[in-house]
C-alpha cells in the first residue's frame, strides 16, 4: 500500500492576518495602548478583503488581545494567559468542546456561588448593566453574544477571586469561539437572557446555593445547545 501523506491545511486568510498581528505584538512594534489603524488601512497594508481583517480582529477580541472604544478606535491590551496563535479548526472538534464544558462546569459555578457571597453593591449594579445589555441585544446575534460574554466577565470580578477569573477568561475565550460559530434561535436567546436573570436574582438573594445551581443549569442548557440537541434552539449549522 502506498504512504499516503496527508496535505498539509493551508490557514485561512483571517488566520495569517492574527498571526501577523500578534507577531508585530510579540515583537514589541505594537504595544499595549497602541491604537491599531482602521479595517481599510490595515486591508489595504495587508492586501485583503475586509472582511477578513474584521474577522481576525474579532477573534484577538475575543481572545481579549485588543479592545475596541466606542468613538476612539482599537487597541492593544496587556496580553493575558491564552495562546494566541491557535489552530482554529481544531476548536471545532467535540472533544475540546466537551472538554472546555467541563472546565465552566467547575470554574464557573463556584464563581457564581463566590459572587452571591462578596457581590458589593457596585458589582450588582455592573451586573445589572450587562443584564440589561443582554436584554437590549437580543435582536442582534453578534451583539448578544458580545453582551453575554460580558455578563459572564462581570459576575466572575463579582466573585473577587483573582485566579479564578483569570482562569474563566482563558477558558471562555477559547468556548466563545466555537459558540460563536453556531447558530443560535431568537427562543434560544431569550432562554438564555432569562437564565442570566435567574443567575442575578440569586446573587443579588445573597444566596451561593441558588446561583450554583442557576449557573449548573445555563451550562447545561449551553452545552445542549452547542452539541445541537436543545429541539429547534439551534439548527446545528456553522456560521459562515
Known sequence: MPNFRPIPKQPSIPEVVLEEIYRLISAGELKPGDRLPS?????????????SIREALRALHLLGVIEVIQGKGTFVRQPG??????????????????????????????????AAE????????????????????????????EAGVNFHLTLAEAAHNQVLALMYRTIYDLFLE???????????????????????????????????????????????LLMGTDGDAADGEERV
Open 39 to 51: 479595517e481599510v488601512e490595515l486591508a489595504s497594508r495587508f492586501g485583503v478583503g475586509r472582511s
Open 81 to 114: 494567559i491564552l495562546p494566541f496563535v491557535i489552530d482554529w479548526s481544531r476548536m471545532a472538534q467535540m472533544g475540546i468542546i466537551t472538554e472546555v464544558m467541563e472546565a465552566r462546569q467547575f470554574i464557573e459555578v463556584l464563581l457564581a456561588q463566590l
Open 118 to 145: 462578596r457581590a458589593t453593591e457596585e458589582d450588582i449594579e455592573a451586573l445589572r448593566a450587562a443584564l440589561d445589555a443582554c436584554r437590549a441585544s437580543l435582536s442582534d446575534l453578534d451583539s448578544d453574544i
Open 178 to 224: 466555537t459558540a460563536r460559530r453556531t447558530r443560535v434561535s431568537p427562543q434560544a436567546a431569550q432562554s438564555r437572557v432569562q437564565e442570566h436573570e435567574r443567575i442575578f436574582q440569586a446573587i443579588v438573594d445573597r444566596d451561593p446555593e441558588a446561583a450554583a445551581k442557576a449557573m449548573q443549569a445555563h451550562l447545561e442548557s449551553a452545552y445542549r
